[in-house]
């Protein structure tokens, strides 16, 4: 096992050999990180439960780090914070060792990462091409291998066209479901920080732990687990008609993967949410970047980037009515985004329409800038999640990346669906990123590949692993339709149980008891390891009669060996110990 020390030399040789100076603004002393990384190899061999040990993380230098300096990509902004934003500090609890703040668009205002004095990054995969923004340090330091994960922010796509330009996962949350406090504000309405890995698992992670501090919202109460509908929006071939042509091809080849995992796909007309995109730069919601850092703008003088300069210094005269008329457009919009999502689990669309060159940007700032963000800018807008990930095809060489977008907090549900087309790895089941859930066990007819168990999969639940009782309980087959296992506990002659464990949230569990059909009831089950979960029994007399099929100790092995044709697959277990694995 690889230790925090040996993880952070090994950081800190790639670091010097990559030679790739301008994806740091600010770099930790490597003797200071070795003796943080001592620190925690201490509390690990003391017993202390560590689940990033040794993972070596960079920071967009919006974010506050403890001793490192914060510019926001402007040198006459910076001080040194005492206190580290809170998802920092969080990540640095569970042991993680933040080597270095990275480059970015000065104050976040930009996608495509050549805004800043610091130097230009270029995309891991071609010089020539930009690396993307404003995150662009955040999204190179993971491209190249120089860390394990990265922070960025993400206001109009700075978390999720980065990762598109260099082969990576970028975690686009739900607004507020991360804390905001430490993070050098862009638009403090439609900010959230975001993470880039190189896995969809090393990303949850993350969430996971990050999800631990106190966002500024609750879950919402329609939020789903895990993909229930089977059904994704598409765009429309007058859209793809704006895509280059080899994004445009590693799009289509992604909605094939999707068809091929057994996910239906439906055209969806985007173009109202390609409309409302443009309100964030060419409307009065620019006042939020203007009363964020405007006269911090101003005051830099020659020392501003003159593009952010350009774009947000005019923000300052816009009237109070102007703002009230496009904060009404979005009223519309979030109604319209509703809509859109009407029986879909998520929209599919390029993350980008193309990736352009360093030289192209300059030729056009602006204008290749706002192509950047064609797809992105409406989701924070519109208050939607997204997940970029790489497109079938894509590689390192030469990416090319997708979003999924979805409602509020169903951020797990554009997870399930990457991973389901095998876009990317899965993670963990138990990374439920702070959602509220309650396990629930099934033992029968709920399970997978079991004639209900659609009634969990329709409420988004998510499967956590295959469990089993304590060797307490006796199981019979009652004559339902369809057949069901009556499980109770007993005083003797009983034995262990499987059956799978889910986990629903509150309301989804409130649809799934709406469904309960008599005689089953549910009551509290005690597991082999002594925890008690929610789980079946049934009503007093509806076991006269009924058959025990105790000694087979599983519905699915007992309905293989005495009724094959009540058995159907039950499809792929998953184990329990994936529950507890961060």
Known sequence: MTTAR??????????????????????RDRELSLALA????????????????????????NIDVAGLSTTAGAPGVRHTPTVSAETVRLLEEAGAIVVGKTNMDQFATGLVGTRTPYGTPASASDP??????????????????LVDVALGTDTAGSGRVPAAFNHLVGVKPTLGMLSSAGVYPASPSYDTVSVFARTLHTASTAMQIMTAGAGSRPWERHARLSMSRGRVGTVDEATLELVDAHWRTAYLSTVEALAAAGIETVEVDTAPLLAAAKLLYEGALLAERAYAFGDVLAELGPEADPTVASIVLPARKFAAVDLV?????LVAARATASGALSGLDALLLPTAPGHPSI??????????????????????????SALAVPAAGSTPRRPAGVMLVGRAHDDLVLADIAARATLVDAPAPAQLW???????????????????????????????????????????????????????????????????????????????????????????????DGREVLGFTCEPGALDGAEDITAHGDWVAYLRASHPSDSPDSGPAVPVEDRLRL
């Open 38 to 61: 001592e620190s925690i190899d201490v509390r690990v061999r003391d017993g202390a439960q560590l689940p990033l040990a040794g993972t070596t993380v960079a920071v967009k230098d």
């Open 325 to 329: 008329r496009d904060q009404q457009r």
């Open 6 to 27: 040996e993880a952070v030399e090994t950081c800190y040789e790639h670091i010097h050999t990559a030679e790739h100076p301008e994806v740091w603004i600010t770099l």
């Open 359 to 384: 030289e192209e940007v300059r030729a056009d700032p602006v204008g290749a800038n706002s192509r950047n963000g064609m797809f992105t800018n409406f989701v924070n807008l519109l208050d939607l």
């Open 434 to 528: 702070g959602a509220p859930y309650r396990e629930l066990m099934v033992m029968g007819a709920h399970r997978s590949g079991q004639p209900l168990n659609h009634q969990l999969v329709d409420t988004g639940s998510r499967l956590l692993g295959t469990v089993r009782t304590a060797p307490t309980y006796r199981m019979a087959r009652l004559g339902t339709t369809p057949p069901k296992p009556a499980v109770w506990k007993t005083g003797d002659g009983g034995a262990s149980i499987v059956g799978e464990l889910w986990a629903l949230t509150p309301d989804g569990l409130a649809d799934f008891l709406g469904k309960l059909a008599a005689p089953m009831a549910l009551t509290p089950v005690t597991l082999e």
């Open 128 to 145: 020539t091409l930009v690396a993307g923004g404003s995150s662009s340090g955040s999204a190179l330091a993971v491209a190249l291998g």
